[in-house]
């Protein structure tokens, strides 16, 4: 599946839910958000039906997100479902990590084999400051828990100059002794994230050079990334930087997503898309919801509009109702 500019789309991240059992700072506001009511929100069936449509168009992976999807119900019965998929060649989550560790057997044994866990901090106190919640011991352990699964793990951590500037070190050495990814993704100013500031990935990867030393730049060989990878002398795992700010991926993007409610959405940064919740619910069949894809991926623009001087962003909404 192309879009207008010639940009293969193999890449669709799901939302399953807006709902979170964390309020990090600039995600979601403490006094917490309006939820989307369960009938508003796609059945797992409904999200199985638009995944296996996407495969027929040339979707290879999926990702899984929130809110935090492993609040969803009957999770381990889709992860079965999408693994199954003829031409999905990647199934994926993205989680918190808070519940990870006693739901990990399941998840594995229904075909997961790569997750991300968000984290933005190593040290107690400022965790609970960050999310408003004293999770900290629960996030590491399902990371070990992972880890010792066999499955592949990536570290997203989001570098805030208000917030965790002073633990980025900290967390960049959790790849030292595993095999594990830590990915610092430049803050975007969607919703909360507007009220804070970004680190540029250029000042972070200056500051762990200065302390870990020399480094090697490592290529993802075929495999599409919006990342790019170092390894420091002696690290096992990989050190990787996305760069939406300060240098936008944007010509290489190849996803797109579908939130909670059923909204394709093309880009980030704006809101406009299709609503093929309708369509699911009504007698489309599944060409002419096919053709409906198609015909948005071709409005997909060729860039966000985040750093784009007097010209900001026109969607409104907290991650949380995006999608990560």
Avoid at 41 to 52: A, P, Y
Avoid at 148 to 164: M, R, T
Avoid at 217 to 237: L, P
Wanted: proline share 3%.
């Amino acid at each position: 599946m192309k879009d207008s500019f010639g940009r293969t789309i193999d890449y669709l991240r799901i939302s399953l839910t807006d709902r979170c059992n964390l309020r990090c700072s600039y995600c979601m506001p403490r006094e917490g958000v309006e939820l989307t009511s369960h009938s508003e929100i796609l059945s797992l069936e409904e999200v199985l039906r638009v995944s296996e449509i996407m495969a027929g168009l040339g979707i290879k992976k999926i990702r899984l997100t929130g809110g935090e999807p492993l609040l969803r119900k009957n999770l381990i019965w889709l992860v079965e479902k999408l693994g199954k998929i003829h031409g999905i060649e990647k199934l994926a989550l993205t989680t918190n990590g808070i519940i990870l560790k006693e739901m990990l057997p399941r998840l594995a044994g229904a075909g997961l084999k790569e997750v991300n866990i968000s984290l933005d901090t190593l040290e107690r106190e400022n965790y609970q400051k960050i999310t408003g919640s004293d999770s900290l011991m629960e996030v590491l352990a399902g990371i070990d828990a992972a880890c010792e699964a066999g499955l592949k793990v990536k570290i997203n951590c989001v570098p805030v100059k208000e917030l965790n500037s002073s633990d980025l070190k900290e967390l960049a050495a959790l790849s030292k002794d595993r095999e594990i990814d830590v990915r610092f993704i430049e803050l975007m100013p969607l919703g909360c994230g507007r009220q804070y500031t970004h680190i540029p990935a250029d000042e972070i990867l200056k500051s762990l050079e200065e302390k870990y030393g020399e480094y090697e730049e490592i290529t993802t060989g075929k495999e599409k990334s919006v990342a790019s990878y170092v390894r420091f002398k002696d690290f096992k795992g990989k050190t990787g930087f996305i760069t939406p700010l300060s240098h936008a991926f944007c010509s290489n993007c190849n996803r797109i997503r579908l939130s909670s409610e059923g909204f394709l959405k093309l880009c980030l940064a704006y809101d406009y898309g299709v609503d093929l919740r309708k369509m699911l619910r009504s007698t489309e069949s599944d060409d002419e919801i096919a053709d409906a894809v198609k015909k948005a991926v071709c409005l997909k623009p060729a860039a966000h509009a985040f750093n784009r001087e007097n010209e900001g962003p026109e969607e409104k909404r907290n991650m949380n109702k995006i999608g990560g």
